[in-house]
């Protein structure tokens, strides 16, 4: 057997055989589960350190590791041994084990395949096979998470279907299903017609706009790790690599359709980070940044840069690594306090220190703040739409504002999370005691919070250098002079200086109290929460009625289909009376109208 | 002994002593009814066997007098074997599970009587091999499902019953109208020789008549849109295993199977391309409509039946393309509508056994209380919505790759949007029946009884392994001969008569 093949089989058989040993046998699953996700991620290790490689059979290219998928495949085997880990404890006493875990191997075999398969007809069976295994993943949430389980496969299974008819178009336009041999360039009017159908399909996995709204819906119901799993790492990690793949080698790629991808990254950016900020809970304010967030995976890549492509790619890879650990970080919150609810929680930080410590670093990360790694790769964005200026593109400043608008919200947006998790007051839930997690369960959150550190103040030396250029096949050219090492340098200087001047300054001693309004000390039904502040947004003229809207569902592509679809069956239902006189004249009406159509000629 | 005979006369027979042997002993009917599907399966199963050449079996040992018959004859070739299959295999898992479900009404002898009737029926449609045989088998198992549909006698069946009868008999009285038509034209009935003789006659418009009243009649029976109307009563008021009978194997041995040989086989469907456009706008409308008629109701049985229209709408669209690839996935289509439709209304079945109700709002969380059910009807599901890995990924992959192959570019647009709206309510159909919050009245539960849930598990494990059929071992045994025969067209007078 090919090597290639053990990062798909192993896991597939494990995960089938979980589903069928009965949950009442204890330890087995996470047993399994850790094993085999442990032993995908050192396979994963090891394909990296052999790429590139092929695996060929009846003279057809199948499965192909190469520069891009590399990269990708060892980052997948990465979060699916940190997120078992993760799942360990906090499964533990969950009813739907052998589901869950059973999925969980099986995303991740799935996973693999649809990084490693260069026959497309391979690609859209675990493409498609994926959305199955999100299904019975949010299914593994308990009785509250149908709908959004529904939701969730209607949306990724249908652009699986999207993705279906692109491939069939490719295959009537070039003859082949073999990645390696196609390119496309725009001189017929149906490559149009593949590009924006793979590019939804990609859409719909990464949770771009139009086809994100899953994302939110089935993160409040879907047990936390597999949120993490599912949309914050691996289905990230596919959409962009099928859209990386569509740039770099199916198409050759014009200015309308980067203008298309654009369009779509900038509108995501805004977007979905204005409605994160208003939300109230923890689960969706993080899913709506998963959602934000691509829009400058999409945005780079649309760049047609080398460095924008470039900045795309990395900032995927970062943003799986802040996002995993974001997620985790508020499963560890949600597993001690059995909330999400941010007005129910707060002042964690002193009982959680290293929850705090990762979600954090991740925080900093995801808002842009050097020298962490969300800076490097949203600078590197920056620099390809600076670059598309410099080629003579007009609108490059309006993708520029948006992109750095959309930055300084998302900070806004955490330093709101930061606050009412983890600083302030404590509330009426936190008031009773809570501990840290376990080792098991802050283990992966810290490793993800550590790499979110070396990756940005190493950024050209190793994830850069090992990573994105082997896989963009040219170098790049760096615009601004960014050398992340000396600005750490400085940085920590920085903060040693403000440090010194903060105890300097207190020396004196200062008095601690609580808050208090009047003189009255707070209870903790009326204490001052950070989301009080950023219902002002939401208040703002031109903002409540588009959040209204937006609340309202009618921006979701879901909901309005299902109105539309549902308006024309019900039409249609209510010409279905029961009487058969009615019937038998449609009975009577076809006859007619074949009558006329085969026998007009001849009468 | 030809062994060809038997498929008819081993139900027929049983069907005859099914009122005896139950006087005798009551629990006989379920071991006579049982033992005669078990036979067929296997016996279908050895028709496979005996390879892909085309049988003709002469009743009474009337042999052709100068290539021309004179007698009753039956006709197996890899079409008939292919349906075969298809009729048999699912009759055996729908009588497997009539013996717990059938405990729900009374008189268990009379429904096995008339069921084993329509099984006779339908395994003579697809041998015959000649028209008149083919109607009178088509009127047999024909009255057999009305009155299966009427069987469990309340005003709701009685009605649909009858809107069936109306409207099959519509239908029927076209099609013996138009063989009459065809007998006065051709001189003859028997398919094979009827074939030839039209072909001398080119196009005459006395046939393009008939083609019109056969295309009619046979849509009726097909239920394609505007000829359905009698399907979304008819099949959800039968007893659960006649529905899956109903909408797995009937309308396609009565309808599709009927077209295909009629038009492929004796007319040749290169003389009357018009015929092809036809099959194609019957089939997406029916496909479309069928789709968005299903999304919005709410009521188990009667969704899956709007579904099937919409499924034998995609079987009739990959026909009309008439190349080999859209006659293959209309085919693997088929066979595939066959496991997981027959499959889904056995779930539905199951579930209106134990909780007396098949209407969703009132349904929710019973995938906990029974598994098996739940499980197996979430693969139909899958499989029908057309996600890979299952069987109906690959069947309107095929479909949607012919319709682009063949210049059909919109119309594959069309294909793939229906089956976005095909895996909407299908997931509609999870959500509200199988999970969610357990209903408090569903506190007792239990699962299915055992007959039910093995034969529901058999078909999911058919319907998991579908895909299979594309490799090419089984391919060439199952899919190809069937698929040869249809694009053979007019060579299938030449295969039966030997000339």
């Known amino acids: 057997m090919n090597p290639l093949l053990y990062p798909i089989v192993i896991p597939f058989i494990a995960g089938l055989l979980l589903y069928v040993i009965p949950r009442r046998v204890k330890g087995i699953h996470e047993a399994a589960a850790l094993l085999v996700s442990a032993g995908t991620f050192g396979l994963t290790v090891w394909l990296f350190l052999q790429k590139p490689m092929e695996w060929t059979t009846q003279n057809s290219l199948i499965l192909r590791l190469d520069d891009l998928s590399a990269f990708i495949l060892l980052a997948a085997g990465l979060f699916g041994f940190l997120i078992a880990l993760y799942s360990v404890i906090y499964m533990k006493d969950r009813n739907q084990r052998s589901m869950y875990y059973g999925s969980l191997l099986l995303t991740l075999g799935a996973t693999c395949g649809a990084l490693m398969s260069n026959h497309l007809i391979l690609l859209l069976i675990f493409w498609g096979f994926l959305g199955i295994t999100l299904y019975l993943l949010i299914q593994s949430g308990g009785d509250g998470a149908a709908p959004a389980a529904k939701k969730s496969l209607i949306i990724v299974g249908g652009s699986d279907a999207l993705l279906l008819l692109g491939i069939v178009f490719i295959y009537s336009l070039t003859g082949t299903f073999e990645m390696d041999k196609i390119l496309l360039s725009f001189n017929n009017g149906l490559v149009t017609w593949v590009f924006v159908l793979l590019a939804l399909s990609a859409f719909a996995k990464a949770g771009s706009l139009p086809l994100h709204t899953w994302i939110p819906d089935m993160a409040m119901h879907t047990p936390i790790p597999a949120t993490a799993l599912m949309p914050a790492a691996l289905d990230k990690l596919l959409g962009i690599y099928l859209l990386g793949r569509m740039v770099l080698n199916l198409f050759q790629m014009t200015g309308a359709m980067n203008l298309f991808l654009m369009i779509v990254g900038a509108v995501t950016i805004i977007t979905a980070v204005m409605m994160a900020l208003v939300q109230h809970d923890l689960r969706k304010l993080l899913a709506y940044h998963a959602v934000s967030q691509v829009g400058y995976m999409v945005l780079g890549i649309g760049t047609g840069t080398v460095i924008g492509i470039a900045g795309g790619l990395f900032h995927m890879l970062n943003n799986t690594l802040y996002k995993t650990c974001l997620f985790l970080t508020g499963g560890s919150v949600k597993y001690r306090t059995g909330s999400t609810d941010l007005d129910e929680l707060g002042g964690l930080a002193r009982f959680m220190p290293m929850t705090f410590l990762s979600f954090i670093f991740a925080a900093l990360a995801i808002s842009g703040i050097p020298p962490l790694n969300g800076f490097v790769s949203k600078w590197m964005v920056y620099q390809g739409l600076v670059e598309l200026g410099r080629e003579g593109d007009k609108l490059w400043v309006v993708w520029l504002l948006a992109a750095m608008f959309g930055s300084g919200l998302t900070l806004a947006s955490f330093m709101k999370l930061t606050h009412t998790v983890f600083l302030g007051d404590s509330a009426k839930r936190a008031g009773r005691k809570i501990k840290e997690v376990g080792f098991i369960m802050w283990l992966p959150t810290v490793i993800l919070a550590v790499l979110c550190v070396l990756f940005g103040v190493f950024a050209i030396q190793v994830p850069l250098k090992h990573f994105i250029i082997p896989a963009m096949g040219s170098d790049i050219e760096y615009i601004g002079s960014w050398s992340p090492g000396l600005a750490t340098v400085m940085i920590l200087i920085g903060i040693g200086i403000g440090f010194l001047i903060y105890l300097a300054g207190n020396l004196k001693g200062i008095r601690e109290a609580d808050s208090f309004i009047g003189g009255e000390e707070l209870d903790s039904e009326t204490r001052v929460t950070g989301t009080g502040f950023y219902n002002t947004i939401r208040e703002m003229g031109m903002f409540s009625r588009i959040y209204r809207w937006a609340e309202d569902k009618w921006f979701d592509v879901y909901d309005l289909g299902n109105h539309l679809f549902s308006g024309i069956g019900g039409v249609l239902s209510k010409a279905h009376t029961g009487v058969l006189n009615l019937y038998v004249f449609w009975f009577v009406f076809g006859l007619i109208v074949l009558l006329i159509v085969l026998m007009g000629g001849s009468l | ?499």
């Open chain 2, 1 to 499: 002994m030809n062994f060809i005979p038997l498929f008819v006369i081993v139900p027929l027979g049983a069907a005859f002593l099914m009122p005896v042997v139950s006087r005798l002993w009551k629990g006989m009917s379920d071991v006579l009814g049982n033992l005669a599907a078990l036979f067929l399966m296997v016996w279908s199963f050895a028709a496979l066997q005996m390879g892909h050449e085309t049988t003709v079996f002469y009743a009474g040992g009337w042999e052709p007098v100068a290539s021309i018959p004179i007698g009753i004859a039956m006709v197996m070739d890899g079409l008939t074997v292919f349906m075969l299959i298809i009729i048999n295999v699912i009759g055996f898992a729908v009588t497997l599970y009539s013996v717990n479900y059938m405990n729900h009404y009374t008189d268990k002898a009379k429904y096995y009587t008339l069921f084993l009737l329509m099984m006779a029926g339908l395994n003579g449609v697809v041998l015959a091999g000649d028209l008149f045989n083919l109607f009178v088998f088509l009127e047999i198992s024909a009255i057999a499902s009305y009155s299966l549909v009427a069987f469990g006698i309340g005003s709701e069946e009685l009605e649909a019953s009858f809107k069936y009868q109306i409207l099959g008999g519509t239908a029927s009285t076209l099609i013996l109208m138009g063989i009459a038509f065809f007998y006065h034209m051709t001189g003859t009935l028997n398919l094979a020789d009827a074939s030839t003789v039209i072909q001398q006659l080119g196009t005459h418009p006395g046939i393009i008549f008939v083609s019109i009243l056969f295309l009619v009649g046979f849509s009726l029976k097909a239920a394609l849109i505007p000829f359905h109307a009698w399907l979304p009563d008819a099949h959800p008021s039968a007893p659960a295993p006649i529905s899956a009978m109903l909408s797995g194997v009937v309308i396609k041995v009565l309808g599709v199977y009927a077209l295909i040989r009629i038009f492929f086989n004796v007319f040749g469907i290169t003389a009357m391309p018009s015929v092809l456009t036809i099959f194609i706008v019957l089939g997406s409308v029916s496909m479309v409509a069928g789709a968005f008629l299903a999304i919005s109701q709410s009521d188990f049985k009667r969704m899956l039946a709007y579904s099937s229209i919409s499924q034998i709408g995609y079987v009739l669209f990959a026909l009309g393309l008439g190349t080999p690839l859209g006659i293959l996935g209309a085919m693997f289509h088929l066979i595939n509508h066959a496991a997981f439709k027959s499959l889904l209304f056995l779930n539905s079945g199951a579930v209106v056994y134990r909780t007396n109700t098949r209407d969703l709002d009132q349904l929710g969380g019973i995938s906990q209380k029974m598994p098996v059910t739940g499980i197996t009807s979430l693969l139909g599901s899958l499989s029908i919505s057309g996600l890979p890995p299952f069987g109906g990924f690959w069947s309107k992959l095929i479909i949607i790759m012919a319709a682009v192959e063949s210049g059909h570019f919109a119309l594959a647009g069309v294909a793939v949007f229906t089956s976005i709206v095909t895996l909407a309510y299908y997931m509609k159909l999870q959500k509200e029946a199988f999970y969610g919050a357990l209903k408090a009245s569903f506190g007792k539960l239990k699962e299915a009884p055992f007959l039910m849930s093995l034969s529901v598990i058999l078909l999911a494990i058919v319907v998991t392994g579908m895909g299979l059929l594309l490799i090419p071992e089984f391919k060439s045994v199952i899919l190809d001969p069937a698929v040869k025969i249809i694009s053979g067209g007019l060579n299938y007078s030449k295969l039966v008569l030997g000339g």
